[in-house]
């Protein structure tokens, strides 16, 4: 095999409310003023299971807690929401790169 067609995401287990460990797909990096936030889809090994699921964004900060780094949740709504315009912007410039480039 050639290696082009090779893809191998990064993948974080997070923790959720409940104790579940869930594994997501990093999409995206950014760092905004003085803040780093993440981008993440749940990740299915399954691709019959990526169909079912719903897709949803999740958007996440980073936070250093005894000098490490954690992902959080965004409390504040306003954040939240232009956060998640910038991040929707930026994916969707990067899927339309991506449709220039395989026409």
Known sequence: MDG???YTPDLFTL??????EV???LLDVMEEGEERYFALIPYHENPEEMLDDDGDLVILKSEIVNDEEMLASIDDDDEYERIGAIFLERLE????EEDEIEE
């Open 4 to 6: 082009k067609n090779e």
């Open 15 to 20: 923790v959720d409310e409940e104790g579940n």
């Open 23 to 25: 594994e997501f797909e």
């Open 93 to 96: 410039n990067a899927f339309d």
